[in-house]
């Protein structure tokens, strides 16, 4: 799937992405980051459903954005990808009215549930792990450039931000541009990398939603 789609990626800035902030701001949000993770438990066991997007709408409302930090060391990997015969607006009208089939096909559930995105929109996405991770962000749309920011929210293991921008490839067709940049959030951040690779788990996970949209748009 998605072998024609020229998915590639490169990356620059420094790694692995070290936690940034003052002691303060590394306790605050290791300890979202730890709450959110047993909520993301419970949401497991309890597989989603009302009570639990009750719960997450409300926490949602408590996380603040958590982009990176100006002036200290970032991660950087740009994503690109290919959807021929595909215009801009169809692709980034696409990703913005099915955000559940889009993460779910990199293995990352929504909560709460989603139909579509809208501006300013917090969510979860959540990953079964382990550990189970409730990875919080916020969604910034403009439609008039068909780009799609995505920015985390206190608690996510990355302060960070990821801007999709679909260009027209001047022959009918889409070239996506993903740029990400980030860092670490907390202590939990080295504690992460020493028991999995959380950025190889991040390019797989952008590789199957770039995957996902070409396979699926490409084909109609």
């Not at 408590?62 to 060391?73: F, M, R, V």
Request: charged share 20%; hydrophobic share 35%.
């Amino acid at each position: 799937m998605g072998e024609s789609n020229g998915f590639d990626f490169a990356v620059g800035g420094s790694f692995p992405p070290r936690p940034t902030g003052n002691v303060r701001e590394q306790m605050k949000q290791g300890a979202f980051t730890l709450a959110q993770s047993e909520a993301a438990t419970a949401s497991l066991l309890m597989k989603g459903g009302s009570v639990v997007d009750a719960y997450a709408r409300g926490h949602l409302r408590l996380l603040e954005p958590s982009p990176p930090i100006q002036g200290a060391p970032t991660s950087l990997t740009d994503y690109t990808s290919a959807l021929p015969g595909v215009p801009p607006e169809v692709a980034w009208g696409y990703f913005v009215r099915n955000p559940g089939p889009v993460f779910e096909s990199a293995g990352i559930r929504i909560q709460p549930s989603t139909v579509a995105l809208t501006d300013g929109a917090k969510v979860f996405l959540e990953e079964k792990g382990p550990p189970p991770v409730w990875a919080p962000v916020s969604f910034r749309l403009e439609a008039e450039t068909n780009t799609v920011h995505i920015t985390t929210l206190d608690g996510h293991p990355l302060r960070g931000t990821n801007r999709f921008v679909f260009e027209d490839d001047g022959e009918g067709g889409t070239r996506l541009r993903q740029y990400s940049a980030f860092q670490g959030s907390s202590p939990a951040t080295a504690v992460g990398l020493m028991l999995m690779d959380p950025i190889e788990r991040q390019h797989d996970i952008w590789r199957g939603v770039h995957s996902h949209l070409h396979d699926t748009l490409v084909s109609r």
